[in-house]
């Protein structure tokens, strides 16, 4: 688990007061395990969680890790999510909320889920089934509501401090005040808090009740605006304000100054703002283009605008090129779109702009470029979802959704997201019933991924339907790769016969037609099903052939670290321990580089056989360990094969009766608390960290 201070991220941009508010979380932190900051949008409380996460991150040895909500529309992916945030990725498991328990149970770890108030049933859930299971577990949780958890403390978050209308000039700058002179210094270098400006910027920062966000969108209109210009708009608002403090009133503000902030903005600009809420979890200027833009917005105008958006501080530079934009901002503009024009043409854009990255993405699987587009996808995952959402939403849209469901299967594959994907293709699938190519390549592609949850019998069927469809319409690629997934689901079934049959079909079908990036799949396949299968010279030579085919890719990870893990486990089954560690070690760094736990899982797996028949009984007990923190079903770790579980048996007990078993169950136990980083270096020869409870390893 990446549990470190490490997980948190980075505070942007400088943080003013809250002195009196860090104190009480970091208080009630102190004396109950689920502490919920509310509050309206805009008012703060995602940097103070940022803020308490990084001044008490010292207190829980385990780790940090805060998890940002806004993006994660559909509240049945919510614990992947999170489990995802912390390091503790699918792999095989059939429940993300098991796989965190499992992650969670014994360790003292502070969890942060930053803006829930979309997802108000859905974290609740979470929250209450991870504080039953796991003791050390805190909780910090933000959002406009409570969560309604047994034993919850709400802390409201209020405005900044505000001076009061008679405070002399001179007497320190209340933390509103400073604020805005932080902010303005940036919009406009070289300002500064004189007593000449005082007395403005005091009164701006009282008509906007203090809410940080009114006052950074109002210290940004200085680039356009002299601060006594600035001071008289505010003034000349019209306010429908009650004078009484509450929640209401303060929401109000913060619309009504987003709502200047809107009227500040050219008509063009306007429009650009609403057209851009469609992107959830950011944008370039290219998707920015190709979504928002028309007859009315050129490439050149779609430029400017988002330029102009910048300097007013309603979207913001968030790396590189890239581009975001705040909750509130965006549920002011998604408003306004609504009113101003039909918002499913553009949605199907976005959906189009997404499907086209992931088919790009798809054609670089194979390639050099595979490692670049696999993080891009990364990137852009709430937008897929989002794209996805969508399609599966909206009435005649599902067939484009399942083709975009099929571009990303290959990322799903690389990430071992083999839960997310299966969720996306059925949602598919149970909505495009009639027969078609879309269907047909979602049935095999939710097929393989079940066979890598150890769902093969469940998978038949689904490539029994795919390889009638492509049969009938003769699509012989099509129905090549379906034949080298009924080879896989053979395979991790037992069944040689039909295995061996499949995938000579595929083969044979595959090579007629040069489908080079399926060929080098189905080659490490082969090697696999003749590893399993008892001929492991064989499989050596096909994990080979699928190295010549790569000879044009030298950089591509994913299929070279697996056909790495086959070489390795031939070399197991021929005795040759020093050639399995030397592949194991190679494809591990390359596992790491791709981020795939279920190959991380496997080699940390064998790597512990390994140590177990060299007698180094400790090393192998933490080993088995780092595998563990995947599930247990089969699929990850040792690849559902029963004879590769009978290996695993008979070393584990060899391992336990040496050390003893509450020696094992220690040094087990640290292997299932490092970090993926601090397991791979310990695979790669490296001593781990150091464990008072366990003792040094001998």
Same mark, same amino acid.
């Given at each position: 688990? @990446? @549990?470190?201070?490490?997980? /948190? %991220?980075?505070?942007?941009?400088?943080?003013?007061?809250?002195?009196?508010?860090?104190?009480?979380?970091?208080?009630?932190?102190?004396?109950?395990?689920?502490?919920?900051?509310?509050?309206?949008?805009?008012?703060?409380?995602?940097?103070?969680?940022?803020?308490?996460?990084?001044?008490?991150?010292?207190?829980?040895?385990?780790?940090?890790?805060?998890?940002?909500?806004?993006?994660?529309?559909?509240?049945?992916?919510?614990?992947?999510?999170?489990?995802?945030?912390?390091?503790?990725?699918?792999?095989?498991? %059939?429940?993300?909320?098991?796989?965190?328990?499992?992650?969670?149970?014994?360790? #003292?770890?502070?969890?942060?889920?930053?803006?829930?108030?979309?997802?108000? %049933?859905?974290?609740?859930?979470?929250?209450?089934?991870?504080?039953?299971?796991?003791?050390?577990? #805190?909780?910090?949780?933000?959002?406009?509501?409570?969560?309604?958890?047994? #034993?919850?403390?709400?802390?409201?978050?209020?405005?900044?401090?505000?001076?009061?209308?008679?405070?002399?000039?001179?007497?320190?700058?209340?933390?509103?005040?400073?604020?805005?002179?932080?902010?303005?210094?940036?919009?406009?270098?070289?300002?500064?808090?004189?007593?000449?400006?005082?007395?403005?910027?005091?009164?701006?920062?009282?008509?906007?009740?203090?809410?940080?966000?009114?006052?950074?969108?109002?210290?940004?209109?200085?680039?356009?605006?002299?601060?006594?210009?600035?001071?008289?708009?505010?003034?000349?608002?019209?306010?429908?304000?009650?004078?009484?403090?509450?929640?209401?009133?303060?929401?109000?503000?913060?619309?009504?100054?987003?709502?200047?902030?809107?009227?500040?903005?050219?008509?063009?600009?306007?429009?650009?703002?609403?057209?851009?809420?469609?992107?959830?979890?950011?944008?370039?200027?290219?998707?920015?283009?190709?979504?928002?833009?028309?007859?009315?917005?050129?490439?050149?105008?779609?430029?400017?605008?988002?330029?102009?958006?910048?300097?007013?501080?309603?979207?913001?530079?968030?790396?590189?090129?890239?581009?975001?934009?705040?909750?509130?901002?965006?549920?002011?503009?998604? /408003? $306004?779109?609504?009113?101003?024009?039909?918002?499913?043409?553009?949605? !199907?854009?976005?959906?189009?702009?997404?499907?086209? *990255?992931?088919?790009?993405?798809?054609?670089?699987?194979?390639?050099?470029?595979?490692?670049? $587009?696999?993080?891009?996808?990364?990137?852009?995952?709430? +937008?897929?979802?989002?794209?996805?959402?969508?399609?599966?939403?909206?009435?005649?849209?599902?067939?484009?959704?399942?083709?975009?469901?099929? !571009? *990303?299967?290959?990322?799903?594959?690389?990430?071992?997201?083999?839960?997310?994907?299966?969720?996306? *293709?059925?949602?598919?699938?149970?909505?495009?019933?009639?027969?078609?190519?879309?269907?047909?390549?979602?049935?095999?592609?939710? =097929?393989?991924?079940?066979?890598?949850?150890?769902?093969?019998?469940?998978?038949?069927?689904?490539?029994?339907?795919?390889?009638?469809?492509?049969?009938?319409?003769?699509?012989?690629?099509?129905?090549?790769?379906?034949?080298?997934?009924? @080879?896989?689901?053979?395979?991790?079934?037992?069944?040689?016969?039909?295995?061996?049959? =499949?995938?000579?079909?595929?083969?044979?079908?595959?090579?007629?037609?040069?489908?080079?990036?399926?060929?080098?799949?189905?080659?490490?396949?082969?090697?696999?099903? #003749?590893?399993?299968?008892?001929?492991?010279?064989?499989? *050596?030579?096909?994990?080979?052939?699928?190295?010549?085919?790569?000879?044009?890719?030298?950089?591509?990870?994913?299929?070279?670290? $697996?056909?790495?893990?086959?070489?390795?486990?031939?070399? $197991?089954?021929?005795?040759?321990?020093?050639?399995?560690? @030397?592949?194991?070690?190679?494809?591990?760094?390359?596992?790491?580089?791709?981020?795939?736990?279920?190959?991380?899982? +496997?080699?940390?797996?064998?790597?512990?056989?390994?140590?177990?028949?060299?007698?180094?009984?400790?090393?192998?007990?933490?080993?088995?360990?780092?595998?563990?923190?995947?599930?247990?079903?089969?699929?990850?770790?040792?690849?559902?094969?029963?004879?590769?579980?009978?290996?695993?048996?008979?070393?584990?007990?060899?391992?336990?009766?040496?050390?003893?078993?509450?020696?094992?169950?220690?040094? +087990?136990?640290?292997?299932?608390?490092?970090?993926?980083?601090?397991?791979?270096?310990?695979?790669?020869?490296?001593?781990?960290?150091?464990?008072?409870?366990?003792?040094?390893?001998?």
């Amino acid at each position: 688990m @990446g @549990g470190t201070q490490s997980d /948190v %991220p980075p505070e942007t941009t400088g943080f003013v007061g809250r002195e009196r508010e860090l104190r009480e979380v970091r208080e009630a932190l102190a004396r109950t395990r689920l502490v919920t900051l509310t509050g309206p949008g805009g008012v703060g409380k995602s940097r103070i969680a940022l803020r308490t996460a990084r001044e008490i991150a010292g207190r829980f040895p385990d780790g940090v890790c805060m998890v940002e909500l806004s993006g994660v529309r559909d509240g049945n992916l919510l614990a992947d999510t999170v489990a995802e945030a912390m390091g503790v990725r699918d792999g095989s498991a %059939p429940s993300a909320v098991g796989l965190l328990t499992r992650a969670l149970r014994g360790k #003292r770890f502070l969890l942060i889920l930053d803006t829930c108030e979309h997802l108000v %049933p859905e974290c609740a859930a979470l929250v209450r089934s991870l504080l039953v299971d796991c003791p050390g577990l #805190r909780v910090l949780a933000t959002g406009r509501q409570q969560l309604g958890v047994a #034993r919850e403390a709400v802390l409201e978050v209020p405005p900044l401090a505000v001076p009061e209308a008679a405070d002399p000039p001179g007497g320190g700058p209340s933390d509103a005040v400073e604020l805005f002179a932080r902010r303005a210094a940036e919009a406009v270098p070289g300002f500064t808090l004189t007593d000449a400006v005082l007395p403005d910027v005091a009164m701006l920062c009282r008509r906007l009740d203090g809410i940080p966000l009114a006052i950074e969108l109002a210290a940004a209109q200085l680039r356009s605006l002299p601060l006594d210009r600035l001071v008289r708009r505010i003034d000349g608002l019209v306010w429908t304000l009650e004078s009484a403090v509450s929640e209401d009133v303060r929401h109000q503000t913060l619309r009504t100054t987003v709502g200047w902030s809107h009227e500040l903005c050219a008509p063009l600009e306007r429009l650009l703002w609403a057209r851009l809420t469609v992107f959830v979890g950011g944008f370039d200027l290219a998707m920015a283009v190709e979504v928002c833009g028309d007859e009315r917005l050129d490439p050149d105008g779609v430029a400017a605008c988002l330029s102009g958006l910048a300097e007013k501080s309603i979207v913001q530079r968030v790396a590189g090129n890239r581009y975001d934009m705040l909750d509130t901002l965006r549920e002011y503009g998604a /408003v $306004w779109l609504n009113q101003v024009e039909d918002v499913r043409p553009l949605l !199907a854009r976005h959906r189009d702009c997404m499907t086209r *990255l992931a088919r790009r993405a798809a054609s670089a699987w194979m390639s050099d470029g595979q490692s670049a $587009w696999v993080r891009r996808m990364d990137t852009e995952r709430d +937008n897929l979802r989002a794209a996805l959402e969508f399609c599966f939403t909206v009435p005649g849209e599902a067939r484009a959704g399942l083709a975009l469901a099929g !571009a *990303l299967w290959r990322t799903w594959l690389c990430r071992s997201r083999f839960t997310e994907g299966r969720y996306w *293709l059925d949602r598919g699938l149970e909505l495009v019933t009639e027969p078609g190519p879309e269907r047909a390549e979602a049935l095999w592609q939710t =097929a393989y991924l079940r066979t890598n949850q150890g769902d093969s019998p469940e998978a038949l069927p689904l490539i029994g339907e795919a390889l009638k469809y492509f049969e009938r319409t003769g699509d012989t690629a099509g129905y090549a790769r379906a034949q080298r997934t009924l @080879g896989s689901a053979a395979t991790f079934m037992g069944d040689t016969e039909r295995a061996d049959d =499949a995938l000579d079909e595929a083969l044979r079908i595959m090579t007629g037609r040069d489908l080079r990036p399926d060929l080098v799949m189905l080659r490490v396949l082969r090697g696999f099903h #003749r590893s399993r299968s008892g001929d492991p010279a064989r499989a *050596l030579a096909e994990c080979d052939e699928a190295l010549l085919l790569l000879k044009d890719a030298p950089t591509e990870s994913w299929i070279r670290s $697996w056909a790495g893990y086959v070489k390795a486990l031939a070399y $197991w089954f021929m005795d040759d321990g020093g050639r399995c560690a @030397g592949e194991l070690r190679a494809c591990l760094e390359m596992f790491r580089r791709m981020e795939d736990p279920a190959g991380l899982a +496997n080699c940390f797996e064998m790597l512990g056989w390994l140590s177990a028949r060299a007698h180094r009984y400790e090393e192998a007990a933490v080993l088995f360990g780092a595998a563990s923190r995947y599930p247990e079903k089969v699929g990850v770790p040792r690849l559902g094969a029963p004879e590769l579980e009978e290996v695993h048996r008979g070393l584990e007990d060899r391992v336990r009766a040496q050390l003893g078993s509450r020696r094992f169950a220690e040094l +087990n136990g640290l292997g299932t608390s490092l970090g993926v980083d601090e397991a791979v270096r310990l695979a790669l020869g490296e001593a781990p960290p150091a464990d008072p409870r366990a003792g040094p390893l001998g």
